[in-house]
């Protein structure tokens, strides 16, 4: 079956880093986009960066761009969020989700998702 497993949450001070892990098993890793996503409480949840299949383009929120970045390592089938200069209002749960080959902005339209993984933000 196809398992995403999230890692790498945890808390950290204001300007601090994290760096998420997302071990993606039972699908063809090559073939799938990959997008981290996160949720406070009362809200949706929200893309804050994607990876294409193929072409590996990378797309990121506004609020993220220049501070997350984005990777995968196609030996090992893992899916990297290294997020630098962390501010208070990246706090959330961060989830892993995979969709077949291009990214998409709309969470409903990808096809699996790993468990949340906590990050913490102090401020």
């Known amino acids: 079956e196809v398992q995403l497993q999230a890692s790498g949450g945890g808390f950290v001070q204001a300007g601090g880093s994290l760096r998420l892990s997302c071990a993606a098993s039972?699908?063809?890793?090559?073939?799938?986009?990959f997008g981290w996503f996160r949720q406070v409480p009362g809200k949706g949840r929200e893309r804050v960066a994607c990876?294409?299949?193929?072409?590996?383009?990378?797309y990121y929120s506004d609020s993220v761009r220049g501070r997350f970045t984005i990777s995968t390592d196609d030996a090992k089938n893992t899916v990297y969020l290294q997020m630098n200069s962390l501010k208070p209002e990246d706090a959330a749960v961060y989830y892993c989700?995979?969709?077949?080959?291009?990214?998409?902005?709309?969470?409903?339209?990808?096809?699996?998702w790993g468990q949340g993984t906590l990050v913490t933000v102090s401020s």
């Open positions: 990876i294409n299949s193929s072409d590996r383009q990378t």
């Open positions: 989700a995979a969709e077949r080959w291009l990214c998409n902005n709309n969470p409903a339209a990808w096809d699996y």
């Open positions: 039972g699908l063809p890793f090559d073939d799938y986009a």
